[in-house]
């Protein structure tokens, strides 16, 4: 039997507006996110601390200073070192 967890897909609907395409963010990162994937693309930037990112299968060490570009539907949560 496997267990599925459930993967949460963020629509950019839910960010953009028609004519501003682009959505700007400044978050303190929660550790409580489910697995999810988004039907655009995300730039993220680590503006201080570090961490884990899972990306898919594969698991990234991320630290101040930081940048990385999910591509469409990437599946990836956050962690704490």
């Known amino acids: 039997m496997t267990i599925q967890r459930p993967i949460e897909l963020l629509k950019g609907e839910t960010f953009f507006r028609p004519e501003i395409p682009v959505f700007v963010n400044r978050a303190a990162e929660a550790f409580d996110l489910i697995e ?3 039907d655009f693309v995300e730039i993220c930037c680590v503006g201080e601390g570090s961490g884990t990112h899972y990306i898919g ?21 956050s962690g704490r070192l």
């Open 57 to 77: 299968d594969q698991t990234v060490q991320v630290h101040q200073g930081i940048c990385f570009l999910f591509r469409l539907a990437s599946l990836m949560y």
């Open 36 to 38: 999810h994937k988004h």
